[in-house]
């Protein structure tokens, strides 16, 4: 699986509508509204590169509200989740 963080700048007029349109898109798996430089982060699982391609410059850039964007691919997913597991292992 192919993980990608999009942040976004939108309209501010736009904010809230666009996070509920991007949740409609198959691979967004989060949407948050952030403060700083951009408005709002996706998360993004992916079977595939090619998804990726679609999904931000096909799906993503179709909503007028979105001015910008910059994507950045993971490499390696930490959490919390993982790391507890770890400490699990053969504990009964």
């Known amino acids: 699986m192919i993980s ?3 942040l976004l700048n939108v309209r501010r007029d736009a904010i ?11 691979g ?3 949407v948050y509204s952030v403060t700083g ?6 998360v993004l ?6 998804d990726l391609a679609e ?5 993503m850039i179709a909503l007028d509200a ?6 950045m691919m993971a490499f390696k ?5 993982d790391l507890e597991q770890a400490w699990d292992i053969g504990v009964e």
Request: negative net charge; without cysteine.
């Open 4 to 6: 990608a963080l999009v």
């Open 16 to 26: 809230n509508a666009t996070a509920q349109a991007l949740l409609g898109i198959p």
């Open 28 to 30: 967004v798996a989060e």
């Open 37 to 42: 430089e951009y408005d709002l982060v996706v």
């Open 45 to 50: 699982h992916l079977a595939r590169y090619e």
């Open 55 to 59: 999904v931000v410059t096909e799906r």
């Open 66 to 71: 979105i001015t910008r964007t910059q994507t």
């Open 77 to 81: 997913a930490y959490s919390r989740e």
